[in-house]
């Protein structure tokens, strides 16, 4: 007889408490409740099956990795905001140490090497492929019923490069341009000229005679005649052909989607080809509160698709800038591939035809708040009722609120706030560690109460 996902966590959960944590229990001591979570979290992850292992190369042997990768799962699931508080940490504490992987505290690493083996789990996208392996895992054969969509902004301590437009404007970049600039030279005083001597009377009485014309003079040019300036051009719009309104026969065609946007190239394109094709590098995003008002802050967002029980699905992480709906069908297709569910509860953003269509052909049902924005106003029929979700859409739409509680804890509990390195890789790899731990804490939940 085949166990349910219920039943699976189920006796996971009472190998762990009946047979796991008493003989640690032995040897570590009384266990807190941070080192469980940590020993949950570590025992349920597939992290050694991706992890490298350097035995047997040429060279001195590398330090080990797998201790340092749960090293990093740890600092997620303890919370620790810097790779300095988590040595601090391992050099104190001989319980964590222990569940890392090291027996004594000279056998912890520096923190260079943690800075290296972190690059190492950057570049190799360590995290997303220990994510995707327990998703399948543990989700693969479960029918979920809603997959909320949204993003957060996540602020990164970086600097972006500046675009041309604003190196332009930059009296510093106009110094350092293809144009060599060199100070005026200095002054030369000018030479004293001879003051005339008086005229006699003979010499004014005499008569002036025309002097002859040298021979190597220059002819005599005429004076430059001054150009008109060109008249001042008029502000505002240009005025267009007078007539009467063009008219359309049987009303207003409905528009038609333009083919080159990026939803649209995205329909035809496979799933590596989309993710490379979204903009990457760190930005400046603006968006708009509940409340009305602007924020704006430098880094990254992070999109991702949450399953009933807030277990994150799959994420993708792209420039602030970018507007939430250009991930949309990169998120569809890829939770697609790992489970099977029904529902894609959306908001306003992502209220766009090609979203819509791709969510169908993949035999889902997508439920999207309408967005209004300028159509209160209708030119073919005036005082037309907004669009509005139904009653049973507005029923299921309730549960989009769940991503929210994700965002939140992911930034309060496991390090979304406390963005240390530089550059997307390393950014995506911060934030799928904490993704990982937030992942096997709402696995567990699903099998005792909150």
Same mark, same amino acid.
């Given at each position: 007889?085949?166990?349910?996902?219920?039943?699976?966590?189920?006796?996971?959960?009472?190998?762990?408490?009946?047979?796991?944590?008493?003989?640690?229990?032995?040897?570590?001591?009384?266990?807190?409740?941070? &080192?469980?979570?940590?020993?949950?979290?570590?025992?349920?992850?597939?992290?050694?099956?991706?992890?490298?292992?350097?035995?047997?190369?040429?060279?001195?042997?590398?330090?080990?990795?797998?201790?340092?990768?749960?090293?990093?799962?740890?600092?997620?699931?303890?919370?620790?905001?810097?790779?300095?508080? !988590?040595?601090?940490?391992?050099?104190?504490?001989?319980?964590?140490?222990?569940?890392?992987?090291?027996?004594?505290?000279?056998?912890?690493?520096?923190?260079? @090497?943690?800075?290296?083996?972190?690059?190492?789990?950057? $570049?190799?996208?360590?995290?997303?492929?220990?994510?995707?392996?327990?998703?399948?895992?543990?989700?693969?054969?479960?029918?979920?019923?809603?997959? *909320?969509?949204?993003?957060?902004?996540?602020?990164?301590?970086?600097?972006?490069?500046?675009?041309?437009?604003?190196?332009?404007?930059?009296?510093?970049?106009?110094?350092?341009?293809?144009?060599?600039?060199?100070?005026?030279?200095?002054?030369?005083?000018? %030479?004293?000229?001879?003051?005339?001597?008086?005229?006699?009377?003979?010499?004014?009485? %005499?008569?002036?005679?025309?002097?002859?014309?040298?021979?190597?003079?220059?002819?005599?040019?005429?004076?430059?005649?001054?150009?008109? &300036?060109?008249?001042?051009?008029?502000?505002?719009?240009?005025?267009?052909?007078?007539?009467?309104?063009?008219?359309?026969? $049987?009303?207003?065609?409905?528009?038609?989607?333009?083919?080159?946007?990026?939803?649209?190239?995205?329909?035809?394109?496979?799933?590596?080809?989309?993710?490379?094709?979204?903009?990457?590098?760190?930005?400046?995003?603006?968006? @708009?509160?509940?409340?009305?008002?602007?924020?704006?802050?430098?880094?990254?967002?992070?999109?991702?698709?949450?399953?009933? $029980?807030?277990?994150?699905?799959?994420?993708?992480?792209?420039?602030?800038?970018?507007?939430?709906?250009?991930?949309?069908?990169?998120?569809?297709?890829?939770?697609?591939?790992?489970?099977?569910?029904?529902?894609?509860?959306?908001?306003? &953003?992502?209220? &766009?035809?090609?979203?819509?269509?791709?969510?169908?052909?993949?035999?889902?049902?997508?439920?999207?708040?309408?967005?209004?924005?300028?159509?209160?106003?209708?030119?073919?029929?005036?005082? %037309?009722?907004?669009?509005?979700?139904?009653? *049973?859409?507005?029923?299921?739409?309730?549960?989009?609120?769940?991503?929210?509680?994700?965002?939140?804890?992911?930034?309060?509990?496991?390090?979304?706030?406390?963005?240390?390195?530089?550059?997307?890789?390393?950014?995506?790899?911060?934030?799928?560690?904490?993704? !990982?731990? !937030?992942?096997?804490?709402?696995?567990?939940?699903?099998?005792?109460?909150?």
């Amino acid at each position: 007889m085949k166990l349910t996902l219920r039943q699976q966590i189920t006796q996971f959960a009472q190998v762990l408490q009946n047979e796991l944590f008493p003989v640690l229990q032995e040897e570590l001591g009384e266990l807190t409740e941070p &080192a469980k979570r940590l020993l949950a979290t570590l025992e349920m992850i597939p992290l050694a099956r991706f992890v490298p292992c350097s035995r047997g190369w040429i060279g001195r042997p590398s330090k080990d990795r797998l201790a340092v990768a749960n090293a990093f799962v740890a600092k997620a699931v303890y919370g620790f905001s810097t790779t300095r508080q !988590l040595l601090d940490a391992l050099a104190r504490d001989p319980q964590l140490r222990q569940i890392c992987g090291w027996q004594h505290a000279r056998q912890v690493p520096h923190e260079s @090497t943690f800075s290296r083996a972190f690059d190492e789990f950057a $570049g190799m996208e360590l995290p997303q492929f220990v994510h995707e392996a327990l998703i399948r895992e543990t989700q693969g054969e479960r029918l979920i019923g809603n997959i *909320a969509r949204d993003s957060t902004a996540i602020e990164a301590r970086e600097r972006f490069p500046e675009t041309a437009a604003a190196a332009d404007r930059s009296p510093v970049s106009r110094r350092t341009s293809a144009t060599p600039w060199f100070p005026d030279p200095p002054s030369t005083p000018a %030479a004293p000229t001879e003051t005339p001597a008086p005229a006699t009377p003979a010499e004014t009485s %005499a008569p002036a005679t025309p002097a002859a014309p040298a021979e190597d003079a220059a002819p005599a040019v005429p004076p430059a005649t001054s150009v008109p &300036a060109a008249p001042a051009k008029k502000r505002g719009r240009p005025k267009g052909k007078r007539g009467p309104h063009k008219r359309w026969k $049987g009303g207003k065609p409905k528009p038609a989607p333009r083919d080159d946007t990026r939803l649209h190239r995205q329909r035809t394109m496979t799933l590596p080809e989309m993710l490379a094709d979204l903009p990457k590098e760190c930005n400046i995003g603006v968006k @708009t509160s509940a409340s009305g008002f602007q924020q704006s802050w430098r880094g990254y967002k992070l999109h991702w698709d949450v399953a009933d $029980g807030q277990i994150p699905i799959s994420a993708i992480l792209t420039s602030a800038s970018v507007h939430d709906s250009q991930v949309a069908i990169p998120l569809a297709t890829m939770s697609t591939q790992r489970v099977t569910y029904l529902y894609e509860l959306q908001d306003s &953003a992502y209220d &766009a035809q090609e979203i819509t269509d791709h969510s169908r052909s993949l035999n889902h049902v997508p439920i999207v708040d309408p967005n209004n924005r300028g159509r209160s106003q209708s030119v073919i029929a005036p005082g %037309a009722p907004k669009r509005e979700l139904s009653w *049973a859409e507005a029923e299921h739409y309730k549960e989009r609120t769940m991503i929210e509680r994700v965002n939140g804890r992911l930034k309060d509990e496991f390090g979304g706030r406390t963005i240390r390195v530089r550059g997307a890789a390393k950014v995506m790899a911060h934030l799928m560690f904490g993704v !990982l731990a !937030l992942t096997v804490d709402q696995i567990l939940r699903l099998v005792k109460p909150v």
